[in-house]
């Protein structure tokens, strides 16, 4: 069976489809530039937010310690809860040889990780004996994470202070191996991101940092 186009409803039908593809990367970029922007107000707004409640809170913490109200001991005590902030903001985490600086979030939510890093729920948080964990996407916030090495220093940043952890190993496991969430006596901290890091689709496999709390 022979099947016949007519020209011209072929370079229409063509010219449909063109128009179609272009008007579907138009909009693919649109929202790339969407995202990315969103994600710098987002990173900037927090990191503001950040300062000024940590200037907030020395400076409270300042004057009742010359009250003899408060004592500076008590306010790193790992006992004591992370104080409650604004829109789920924990802190910021810093890997200075990587250039890593990047506001964490209550949450792994897929908005919460297109703005920053997310801490994971039923986690340690900073201060507190534990496993800290923290998950972050391998493509913007954690791609740097490809080159940490032993011994690297990540710091993290909250109104309780800062905690410093050294980074102990890497290793590569599957997304379900959770094992590497499991409470710890002592604190660790522990990043995760999909691997590899250049994959293109949805990795099949997980990243995995542990860094020990520098005292």
């Not at 007519?6 to 063509?14: D, E, F, M, P, V």
């Not at 922007?37 to 707004?45: E, G, P, Y």
């Not at 200075?96 to 908005?111: F, H, P, Q, Y």
């Not at 997310?118 to 507190?128: S, V």
Request: aromatic fraction near 8%; charged fraction near 20%.
């Amino acid at each position: 069976m022979k099947i016949v186009f007519k020209k011209g409803a072929l370079k229409r039908s063509l010219r449909q489809f063109r128009w179609a593809f272009g008007a579907a990367a138009v909009a693919m970029l649109g929202y790339c530039g969407f995202a990315l922007a969103d994600s710098w107000m987002f990173q900037n707004r927090e990191n503001r937010l950040l300062e000024q409640l940590l200037h907030d809170r020395q400076a409270a913490n300042g004057a009742a310690a010359n009250r003899g109200v408060i004592s500076t001991a008590s306010l790193t005590s790992p006992h004591r809860p992370l104080p409650a902030m604004t829109h789920g903001l924990i802190g910021r985490i810093d890997i200075a040889r990587l250039g890593v600086s990047v506001i964490v979030i209550e949450g792994t939510g897929g908005k919460t990780l297109r703005r920053a890093v997310g801490h994971i729920p039923g986690t340690a948080l900073p201060g507190q004996p534990g496993n800290v964990a923290i998950s972050g996407h391998r493509d913007t916030f954690f791609r740097p994470l490809r080159n940490i090495r032993r011994d690297d220093i990540i710091t993290l940043t909250t109104l309780l202070g800062e905690f410093r952890y050294r980074v102990v190993s890497t290793k590569i496991v599957s997304p379900n191996n959770v094992t590497v969430l499991d409470p710890s006596k002592t604190e660790v901290l522990t990043l995760v991101t999909c691997y590899p890091f250049y994959y293109v689709g949805s990795a099949p496999d997980r990243f995995i940092v542990r860094a020990e709390r520098v005292i």
